[in-house]
């Protein structure tokens, strides 16, 4: 062997004796014969599977199955534990009030994928024990070989066989009734191992082009970019329609929404009853409750309800101003940059303002309290001056009026 | 004859057929001019492709309003096409896989083309749901793939498992397929004269080299992938039948539906694999080898599920009324007597009486008569998934929404695009494929015994 990197040294190298017989039946005979006088680094050859060859070589039964049953078992746990992670952990999904974890909904998949991941096994599973795909075997380089696809039945014994002797295993085969007979050598050259130079332009070529992608990607990820995205399927997001707050050509005002027509009223909101929904009697603020509100316990807790939960945050919960965003206000010194505190609403000043007056200031604000007619319904404002009217009465309330049996003792 | 002398001719007899066969089935392959008819059957068939594509264009720019679905029948005719062509598919594995199981040797003939048309058939099939989703870009979503949306298949519903058992079935088929053509793609390397054509089957067939110890490993292999594929082929058309039966619909919501369509399915996918074998085999000169007597048992095998499928008729309508089920018995007597009336007698001809015909041996010998009959048996079949899928929602609940469905110029177009599919598949394999298992048909003849002595 030269010392120069020079790739296309070849060097012949003794494969075996390859031997042809003329039938199944000759051929198992052979391979019994081989068997017998010690041979183990044999293999025969044929069209197809010969019956009865197996226990002539001695080949012992495959694994196979042990794979293919360990690959359906984890298709089985596999496809269980994908639905109870999928619709049942990650994502609950509540089907009709039905058991999150059940069985029976799961059985077709579970089925379904232990046939997929046993077959998986199963094909790959042969493939890898025959050592198969393998492009290249020495064989090949006999041309009385080739018929072993078809029709003829072969039997090879390899030179790394402990009892291989090229006269003694010759005379072994041809006495077996070898119909032919041939020495197989093999050039151990890398040019000739090389995967063929066509090929390997177009693997180059393809696994360049498979690049692309990608660096597209990357390219438009680092890159910033004023357009909308690329819409390689519209989904209907662009339609030839008017959409609110845009403008249009259609109509004269140019806008796309149109305005109803002056005078329109929607239902239910024509609001004729000036005490009901303005707090007024005769242009005056009303002295006294609109008749459709009942003047009971229930109103009186529903008042109290609302207030806690729309003037309480800044008028505290007994209505002296100091709700909790006041308190924050003073805390962080507020007043510097002009917050007006929320005023103490049992002072007299309120207290003797008539009842459609507090309406009207819960309605439309004051100062700087925003109006709040469109969170708290009508009935719902009055049921808070309901309300306020206690906070007021019990703000100056005195011992005596506490009812003589639960009065403390003085 | 001495015994000698007969030992002789044995062997030699056996090598001429080996010879023979492959011969005969590589011939088609090997080639160099394409038959006349064939190269016609092919400008054909893509011409009826191309009606698919044109129908497929139509559909995905102007949306799925181009079919004749409707409210009610929100799924008629793609989801019919859908169920005909799975049906169709399971003869295939039924011929390679249980027939294996059952040791009937003379499969061996014609599992292979059976096999092919199995994968085109779920190919075609395979096409129908996806398009009827009228955005099949995102068909993705039917998979369980982890998205920023963070939504998941619904395991409870149907159609979850049918896109489970499709897939399956689909990858197993190919698996199956693929692994009988490796040594017969060894055949084909072994015999090339052509450097490409050598590098391709070389890839294809993995170096395999036909070695008793590889072959062993190989026969486990496929008992063990015909083991898998038996009860595959009967869930996929199970779980195909829960689309309908988990549905609360009159004339779907029954549980003979599992069994029924299974038979019903052997039955249309054998009248299709006969409907393509015969004229295949006599256009390749392959009747020594796909005999009358394969044909023959295929009549058996279509008369023995016909009438099954006839008495699932018959046990369906008994239902109805022994149920004492209003909504039930309403929906049968609309399906026998109804305005849909003409279709479901058309079944009732097609997929019942036109099988009793193979009763008779003159008419199980008569290829001609054979192949008309089950042209008949093919219509009859797709007009059962009509009968169930469009008389039942016509007529639901609500007399109001009732309504008689009818479909447009495209549902036509991409039905018949799906046979132009189909064939042109199928063309393509019969010419560069080898059509027959070489090494299946070897190994299951006499021949495979030449030399073998009795101890």
């Known amino acids: 062997m030269s010392h120069d990197n020079n790739n296309d040294e070849v060097e012949d190298k003794l494969y075996g004796l390859l031997a042809e017989y003329e039938s199944p039946g000759a051929l198992i005979e052979a391979a019994r014969a081989v068997r017998k006088a010690g041979y183990t680094k044999f293999d025969c050859y044929s069209p197809f599977p010969v019956h009865g060859i197996d226990p002539a070589m001695g080949i012992k039964p495959t694994i196979l199955p042990v794979i293919t049953f360990t690959a359906g078992c984890i298709g089985l746990i596999a496809a269980f534990f994908m639905q109870t992670w999928m619709n049942n952990w990650t994502y609950p999904w509540n089907i009709a009030g039905k058991p999150l974890i059940s069985l029976p909904m799961q059985i077709p998949i579970m089925f379904e994928l232990t046939v997929l991941l046993a077959a998986f096994g199963t094909f790959f599973g042969m493939w890898g024990l025959n050592k198969l795909p393998q492009m290249w075997h020495p064989l090949f380089s006999s041309d009385r070989f080739l018929t072993a696809s078809s029709r003829g039945f072969f039997l090879a014994i390899e030179a790394e066989d402990p009892k291989f002797d090229e006269d003694a295993t010759a005379a072994l085969l041809e006495e077996a009734g070898a119909t032919e007979m041939e020495t197989i050598r093999y050039k151990t050259s890398k040019a000739i191992r090389a995967i063929p130079g066509g090929i390997k332009v177009f693997m180059i070529i393809s696994a360049c082009l498979a690049l692309v992608p990608f660096a597209y990607i990357a390219k438009k990820r680092a890159s910033k970019s004023d357009k909308p995205h690329m819409h390689i399927i519209p989904n209907m997001d662009f339609q030839t329609k008017n959409k609110p707050q845009t403008a249009s050509d259609i109509f004269d005002d140019g806008r796309a929404s149109r305005l109803p027509v002056s005078g329109t009223v929607a239902r239910g909101e024509l609001k004729e009853d000036d005490h009901l929904y303005r707090g007024k009697m005769n242009g005056q603020w009303a002295t006294k409750f609109p008749e459709s509100i009942v003047l009971n316990a229930e109103t009186m807790s529903r008042g109290e309800n609302r207030f806690a939960i729309y003037c309480s945050p800044c008028h505290g919960l007994t209505g002296d101003g100091t709700g909790m965003i006041n308190q924050r206000a003073d805390k962080i010194g507020a007043a510097a940059t002009g917050w007006v505190a929320p005023s103490n609403i049992t002072q007299d000043t309120f207290a003797k303002q008539p009842h459609g007056q507090l309406f009207n200031t819960i309605t439309h604000g004051a100062r700087t309290m925003p109006g709040y007619s469109a969170q708290i319904k009508e009935k719902d404002r009055w049921a808070i001056v309901f309300y306020l009217r206690a906070l007021q009465r019990s703000a100056h309330s005195t011992v005596d009026d506490v009812p003589p049996g639960a009065q403390p003792p003085r | ?455």
């Not at chain 2, 169709?88 to 061996?108: D, E, P």
């Not at chain 2, 004492?324 to 309403?330: L, S």
């Open chain 2, 1 to 455: 004859m001495t015994s000698e002398e007969k030992h002789k001719q044995e062997v030699a007899d056996a090598r001429e057929y080996f010879k023979g066969i492959t011969d005969t089935v590589c011939g088609v392959v090997e080639a160099k001019e394409h038959p006349t008819w064939w190269l016609i059957a092919l400008a054909a068939a893509i011409s009826v492709l191309g009606l698919l594509v044109i129908s497929l264009y139509m559909l995905f720019t102007q949306g799925v309003g181009i079919w004749g679905n409707n409210n009610g029948e929100a799924w008629a005719w793609p989801i019919v096409n859908f169920v005909f062509w799975v049906g169709i598919g399971h003869a295939g594995t039924l011929i390679s896989a249980v027939l294996f199981l059952m040791r009937q040797k003379w499969r061996t003939s014609i599992n292979r083309a059976a096999e092919a048309m199995t994968i085109f058939a779920v190919m075609c099939a395979g096409l129908f749901p996806v398009i009827h989703t009228g955005r099949p870009w995102l068909a993705y979503w039917l998979m369980p793939i982890p998205g920023d949306m963070g939504l998941w298949p619904q395991f409870r519903s149907p159609l979850a498992w049918d896109v489970f058992a499709v897939s399956t079935y689909a990858t197993v088929s190919i698996l199956f397929w693929y692994m009988g053509l490796v040594p017969d793609f060894a055949t084909l390397r072994d015999r090339t004269k052509s450097k490409v054509k050598h590098t391709i089957y070389g890839m294809l067939s993995l170096g395999w080299r036909g070695s008793a110890r590889a072959w062993h490993r190989y026969e486990r292999a496929y008992l063990i992938m015909a083991a898998l594929a038996t009860p595959l082929v009967f869930s996929v058309h199970s779980i195909v039948s829960f689309d309908f039966a988990v549905g609360q619909l009159p004339g779907w919501h029954t549980t003979i539906f599992p069994p029924y369509f299974v038979a019903g399915a052997v039955f249309s996918g054998f009248a299709m694999v006969l409907t393509l074998m015969i004229p295949a085999r006599k256009l390749f000169k392959m009747e020594h080898i796909i005999t009358d007597l394969h044909v023959e048992n295929m009549t058996k095998v279509i008369l023995a599920t016909g009438s099954m499928v006839g008495f699932a008729y018959a046990i369906e309508f008994f239902i109805a009324w022994y149920s004492g089920n209003a909504y039930e018995g309403f929906t049968f007597k609309n399906r026998a007597f109804g305005p849909f009336a003409w279709a479901y007698w058309t079944m009732i001809f097609c997929n019942v009486v036109v099988p009793q015909f193979f009763w008779f041996k003159k008419v199980r010998t008569n290829v001609f008569i054979i192949f008309g009959l089950c042209l008949l048996v093919n219509v009859g079949m797709w007009f059962e998934r009509f009968v169930i899928i469009v008389t039942s929602l016509s007529r639901t609940f609500m007399p109001g929404s009732w309504h008689y469905y009818s479909p447009t110029l495209f549902d036509a177009t991409t039905f018949l695009g799906s046979f132009g599919l189909f064939f042109t598949l199928f063309l393509l394999f019969l010419r560069f494929m080898p059509m027959i298992a070489m090494f299946e048909v070897k190994g299951a003849s006499h021949h495979a015994h030449a030399g073998v002595k009795h101890h």
